[in-house]
């Protein structure tokens, strides 16, 4: 049997860049595929829009998430997480003159873009609710760095990597900078990126779990990150 | 991500292949569009047949899907029948002691747009059925048909030519309602061009293509579906 | 022989009673005219015969064999086989006022439709045939026309044709000739008067005073869904026993 | 694809009571009501208390976006109907053209090449940010307004091309006979006669359109359904937002149906449409 | 006094010639009937005199005004004054075949249009004298119903008080009757001969040859383009010279 993966088809490098032949590539691929090897499991990875992978996950449409998604409270009430198995500090993004740092204060009149059901827009909402003037809400982090770019939005949030990447390209060079690193918050940002199970799933908890270790152990998960960071990107224990 | 001239956005276009993906692409929302449009046409059929000739509780039941489908939008039911849909057949499947099916994919596109356009097909072929003149199908009782013989030999092919400008409007519509399936993550042309856009930050060309792609499949249709009416009324007298 | 025996036809239409108990033998060659005013039932008591209404009371016998009827649930009647019902419909050939040829067909395909569809005649065969009778109607030129593109006249010829295709037992004609313009009107009869030299049993509704006259062997007049009056052409027709029979013959000069 | 408003009304207004539980409305009845409980006992709705002022605004939205876009496309409808019959060329053929580009693409793809496509453009236009548009040019709305207008517009516009040219020649003949000028003629004979023909598909396309709002959420306009799909999110409820907005949707196209059997029920008792 | 003069009238669509030359003069009180076969040009010379086609050659005078023409650039006159034309188009009060009263307007709506919107007529006024000229074409009772609801004869009477409503110089009606059931041709006549009586200037092109020996003083035969015979009605009609009209004539027998 099969074990299907979901994930959202869209582009968020360096974790999954798709080429013009619908293959997908990217440090969080190649961690798919090494874990469901040392499983041994005969993984498939099924697309999802982002906003409809949780209740497909519940409806067994699919049944693992591995799609850097945050191993938070929030979500904990209706899935279940493996063990993290990256973990990388959440960043301010916005356009090189602004003056934004990480304050509640600093967001004042501004307009903040978030991809949708992800532990940025639970924080954002959170801390920066009361300030900002409008909480905008993406469907795909991609988008979010369009906004960015075109102006219509003043400051972006997301996992540093990710944001990185954004900032190496060419539009985002162009426009923004980060403006600081949020601090660390379990309930929304959550405890590092997991891999999201159906309630119960323990067995298959169990042998993802055996799995991430493992190949954190045997170098496997090393080699893989040297390909696309040069830190590690597993960020602590 | 420069506004690029011409040669430039067809550049694009070529070398990093995402033309040919968005060719791929269109290929799958052509076979989806015309899955979806031929249960339709099963649905509307039979959904149609029911309306006229089956019992209260029948007639009042097709009533319901079809002012359900035609008020609620593409893009809810598209949700509703995805999650439903699948979990209905397994239900059935499971009852039935059989193994759940994969709800993935082409098939479920299939499935969810199919049952979106048997609702519109159903309304269409009705109200083709009714132009049919009385005559028409007396005459075949008249001659010892059987009523499946009727339906198949006269009652279907002679409202065809009523049918044919509503249906060929479903078409349209069937191929464009494939580019809603991109909000569920489904791989096809526009979700392609949206991969695309995303990869290349050529945003402006790629959603430019992927229009100019549904357009030439529009023309094309327009001019296919002409033929087929003239065809299908060549035994009307043409004033 | 006998061809076709309906005895004590009756129909009702909710409240509305049709048809009152009618009867009519037809032997092999018989020609036999129902006349009468409109609204008499004469249309309803036609479609009886062949089942496309249901008649509520009395019997019908199709060469010999009686049509079986049920309850329908409705307090009316229903066949009790619909493939006795369709066998016996095939071989009972109507030919309508409006033609009724299938408009999605060329003459030649409404010709062998039912032949070849219904009782399972090889096609070339019926095509064989089907253009032997579109010749002997006048109209083997038109056999690739559809009927949108004829006269009203060749359609009805057509429409004859077709009935003869199914080699009909006995045929019913509704009023062939009324829904033509006048100078269409005798192409038509002339089909029917030959058809009805060469003996074969047919059943006509016709308004064709004189023509009925002419071609029929008996002829039965219905008033308010009863027989009124019945018997030859030259009686009925020369000498009117009921007063109604007399009026109605009296508007047509 | 136009339902009939004015038959449903006519029915409607003839026998409101009589029809209320007759065998014509007794399965949809039973169905509601079977369904209703199963919802309301087994399926969760507690977040309506959290999120029913976010959903009003959504409706807001939603309807706003209805009205106005097809008021506005309908206004734009009757030029494009009209120059593609009376228009010199290099006005009919843009109008056809702009018919069948929109007609012909997903509205999907419009919104998106409108809102991400323009967008991506903006970088290399500096000053767009610093013009007097730019605060609404960086709002998503304005552009959710035009896609929509402008789709509207297309189909309407097919559908007054027809209406215009339907209006016999002899009415019109009649106003020149009778010294009026073109804009006259137009304003107190072909306008009317066409909007008569035009009435009967309004209310179609107009559920048409209400059936379209929410592909504006894709570009991050908060519209009912965008209010129901957060609801799916943050309370990973996978039916109970659905089938919230679908009653709403039904509710909003039978309002539309209504007003517009209304309508027209004001202004035409009188017209069988003449013969000619 | 003259009122509507027309001199040399020609027209041609495309490479077909029409109208070779028609000239026409109507004086206070004169009623002229138009005959001539079906394509003679008898509908185009009227639609010539208010401009509804713009003649190719000749000239139009009304009430001692000239129509001014220009070239329009493809080949053929348009008038040189669009305002002048309609100010004479409005006082050419026009009667067609198909009446053509606006069918989103009730019968009075029809009548006040043309005088409140294009004569600026006060509407108050325009209501009261169209009440009066309904009254007088007996339409009274129908001053708010749609045309849709009236007969073919009502609807032409009331495009005839729609005519009358914006005080014409001279009538022109295109075969108002003919578009009529033969039972509702009466009452139309009746209303037309009345205006005759009543001293109208009128042109009337026509195939109710006995009406139009009775009401006219002047009867135009169209053949081919051109007036082939013309004069009082007793000559045309009771001793036509040209072999052509006298086989017109005789048609009508
Ligand atoms: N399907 C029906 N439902 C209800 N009443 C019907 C139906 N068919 C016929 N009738 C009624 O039955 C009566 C007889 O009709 P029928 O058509 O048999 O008359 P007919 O003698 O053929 O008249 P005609 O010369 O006008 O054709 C009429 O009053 C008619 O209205
Ligand atoms: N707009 C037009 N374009 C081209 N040809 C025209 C046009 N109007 C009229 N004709 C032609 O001009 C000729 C005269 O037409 P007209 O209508 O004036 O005839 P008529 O005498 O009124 O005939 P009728 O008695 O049938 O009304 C006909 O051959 C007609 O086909
Ligand atoms: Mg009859
Ligand atoms: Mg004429």
Known sequence: ?237 | MIWSPAAGSIALLTTGGWGSAMLVGLARSLTIALGAFGLGLLIGIAGALGKLSGGAVTRQALDLYTTIVRSVPELVLILIVYFAGADLINGILTALGQAKIDFNGAIAGIVVLGVVQGAYSTEVIRGAILSVPRGQIEAAQAYGMSSWLALRRITLPAMLPFALPGLSNLWLIAMKDTALLAVLGFGELTQVTRQAAGTTKAYFTFFFAAGCMYLLATMISNLLSRRLEARATRGMAHV | ?253 | ?276
């Open chain 3, 1 to 253: 022989m006998e061809m076709l025996h309906a005895d004590g036809i009756r129909k009702t239409f909710g409240n509305l009673e049709v048809l009152r108990g009618v009867s009519l033998t037809a032997n092999k060659g018989d020609v036999i005219s129902l006349i009468g005013g409109s609204g008499s039932g004469k249309s309803t008591f036609l479609r009886c015969l062949n089942c496309l209404e249901h008649p509520t009371g009395g019997e019908i016998r199709v060469d010999g064999e009686a049509i079986a009827f049920k309850p329908d649930g409705h307090g009316n009647r229903e066949p009790a086989s619909k493939a006795q019902m369709r066998r016996i419909r095939a071989r009972l050939a109507m030919v309508f006022q409006s033609f009724n040829l299938w408009n999605h067909m060329t003459l030649l395909e409404n010709v062998i439709e039912a032949p070849v569809h219904v009782l399972g005649v090889d096609r070339k065969q019926a095509v064989d045939e089907g253009l032997r009778l579109l010749e002997r109607v006048g109209l083997y030129d038109k056999r690739d026309v559809y009927p949108a593109f004829l006269s009203g006249g060749q359609q009805q010829r057509g429409a004859i044709a077709r009935a003869l295709a199914v080699q009909p037992l006995a045929m019913l004609f509704d009023e062939p000739t009324s829904a033509l313009d006048p100078e269409l009107v005798g192409e038509v009869l002339r089909v029917i008067r030959e058809l009805a030299e060469e003996g074969r049993t047919m059943i006509l509704v016709t308004h064709e005073m004189s023509f009925a006259r002419d071609v029929s062997n008996q002829v039965l007049f219905l008033h308010g869904g009863l027989v009124e009056e019945a018997g030859p052409p030259a009686e009925v027709f020369g000498n009117p026993k009921s007063e109604r029979l007399a009026r109605f013959l009296g508007s047509f000069h």
């Open chain 4, 1 to 276: 694809m136009s339902s009939a408003p004015d038959a449903t009304a006519c029915e409607a207004r003839a026998g409101t009571r009589r029809r209320w539980l007759d065998a014509g409305t007794l399965t949809p009845v039973i169905a509601a009501i079977l369904f209703g409980t199963y919802a309301a006992l087994q399926m969760r709705w507690d977040w309506l208390e959290t999120y029913y002022p976010l959903l009003l605004r959504g409706l807001g939205m939603t309807v706003l976006l209805v009205v106005v876009t097809s008021s506005l496309g309908m206004l734009l409808a009757i030029p494009i109907g009209l120059v593609q019959i009376v228009g010199p060329k290099w006005l009919a053929l843009p109008a056809r053209a702009f018919c069948t580009v929109i007609r012909g693409t997903p509205l999907l793809l419009q919104l998106w090449l409108l809102y991400y496509g323009l967008g991506s453009l903006f970088p290399q236009f500096p000053w767009i940010r610093d013009s007097a548009l730019w605060p609404i040019l960086r709002q998503a709305w304005p552009y959710a307004f035009l896609g929509l207008t402008l789709s509207y517009a297309a189909y309407e516009g097919e559908v007054f091309r027809g209406a215009f040219k339907g209006v016999p020649k002899g009415q019109l003949d009649a106003a020149r006979a009778y010294g009026m000028s073109g804009l006259l003629m137009f304003r107190r004979i072909w306008l009317p006669q066409a909007f008569k023909r035009a009435m009967p598909t309004l209310a179609g396309e107009t559920i048409l359109q209400l059936k379209a709002t929410p592909l504006v959420a894709t570009i991050t306009v908060i519209d009912v359904y965008s209010v129901a799909a957060q609801v799916r999110q943050q309370t990973y409820l996978t039916y109970e937002p659905l089938l919230l907005i679908s009653a709403i949707y039904i509710l909003m196209a039978v309002v539309i149906t209504k007003v517009f059997a209304w309508l027209s029920g004001q202004g035409q008792d009188n017209t069988a449409l003449s013969k000619s």
């Open chain 1, 1 to 237: 049997e099969k074990t299907r993966v979901g994930f959202a088809p869209e582009a968020y490098p360096p974790f999954w860049v798709a080429d013009a032949n619908g293959n997908w590539t990217g440090w969080e691929v190649e961690i798919i595929d090494a874990v469901c090897a040392e499983a041994k499991l005969d993984c498939e990875r099924v697309p999802v829009a982002w906003e409809g992978i949780i209740p497909a996950l519940l409806g067994g449409k699919i049944d693992m998430i591995m799609n850097s998604m945050r191993i938070n409270d929030e979500r904990r009430k209706v899935i279940d997480f493996s063990n993290k198995y990256y973990e990388v500090p959440t960043v301010v993004v916005a356009a090189k003159s602004a003056t934004v740092d990480t304050t509640p204060e600093s967001m004042d009149g501004k307009i903040i873009g978030v991809q949708v059901s992800t532990g940025q827009q639970a924080y954002a909402e959170k801390n920066f609710g009361a300030n900002a003037s409008e909480i905008r809400g993406y469907n795909t982090q991609d988008e979010v760095y369009q906004d960015l770019a075109a102006g219509r939005i003043d400051v972006a949030i997301d996992g540093v990597v990710a944001m990185n990447e954004f900032l190496k390209s060419a539009s985002g060079a162009e426009c923004c900078e980060s403006k600081g690193v949020l601090k660390r918050d379990p309930s929304t940002l959550g405890e590092g990126y997991g891999v999201g199970l159906r309630k119960g799933d323990d067995a298959l908890k169990a042998k993802i779990n055996d799995a991430i270790a493992a190949i954190r152990k045997n170098g496997t998960y090393d080699a893989i990150t040297k390909k696309y960071f040069d830190f590690d990107i597993y960020g602590g224990d």
